[in-house]
């Protein structure tokens, strides 16, 4: 079954851009795929170096460090898409997901060895919260990376919410968010020579619904204190 990964670049589960990832991603698996948070801040991924830039390239899959960093990319090479949602950081993503976006040149820079970028024909959307221009511009950015890389952009690839820590409130925003996971996993499914989505689709009450799911993950986590907060799932959420 298709994975979409999605790559949360903010230190709070369910702040406001982890809030809108889960809408998204509980939108995907409602068109059957398998969705996996990994959260960025839960371990260390080194600074990209520029082996690129070396005489005799080494910059290359899976990457010179043994850290997080080459789990995360391994994962990436593996799925058939990502959601990436951040909070803004003055007009840009967060640290660790521009650390992380640098470090992808090891998946990009396999066109340097006679191979395809391995984030070719990977479908992708965005997610970004944060004050005024900065939110459209970190989502731009991002989105032009990816496609610079070889990743395909679906229609309505990007959801973004001015009300921070509350951007789950935002029901724009949400309805947004929950359409970035519906058109990646629409596209995935196209790819694959099945049915899928590719159109927008306003649904107060799938909205409704994923809210109450996404708030009810919420009070599940704090109850196990926090528990193991990268988490692979099904159709059913769990």
Not at 23 to 48: D, K, V
Not at 194 to 208: A, I, M, N, S, V
Request: aromatic share 8%; glycine share 12%.
């Amino acid at each position: 079954m298709a994975k979409i990964l999605g790559i949360l670049g903010s230190p709070h589960p369910y702040g406001g851009s982890g809030s809108l990832l889960r809408c998204a991603l509980y939108a995907a698996e409602e068109l059957g795929l398998t969705t996996e948070i990994i959260e960025l801040y839960r371990g260390r991924i080194e600074p990209c170096i520029g082996c690129v830039q070396n005489e005799e390239p080494t910059c290359k899959y899976p990457c010179i460090f043994e850290d997080y960093g080459r789990e995360i990319l391994t994962k990436l090479r593996e799925a058939a898409g990502y959601v990436l949602a951040t909070p803004v950081y003055w007009y840009g993503p967060s640290g660790p997901l521009k650390i992380l976006i640098d470090r992808m040149t090891a998946l990009e820079n396999m066109v340097a060895f006679g191979e395809a970028s391995y984030v070719e024909g990977k479908v992708v959307g965005v997610i970004t919260v944060g004050a005024d221009a900065g939110a459209t511009l970190a989502g731009a950015y991002l989105l032009t990376v990816l496609n610079a890389m070889g990743a395909m952009i679906p229609p309505w690839a990007h959801a973004y919410s001015h009300r921070g820590k509350e951007a789950l409130y935002d029901d724009r925003a949400a309805m947004d968010a929950i359409n970035v996971g519906r058109l990646v996993g629409g596209l995935i499914l196209r790819l694959e020579g099945r049915e899928g989505p590719l159109t927008y689709h306003e649904d107060p009450e799938l909205l409704q619904r994923i809210r109450q799911k996404v708030l009810e993950e919420k009070t599940r986590q704090e109850a196990q204190n926090g528990g193991n907060r990268t988490q692979v799932r099904g159709k059913s959420g769990s």
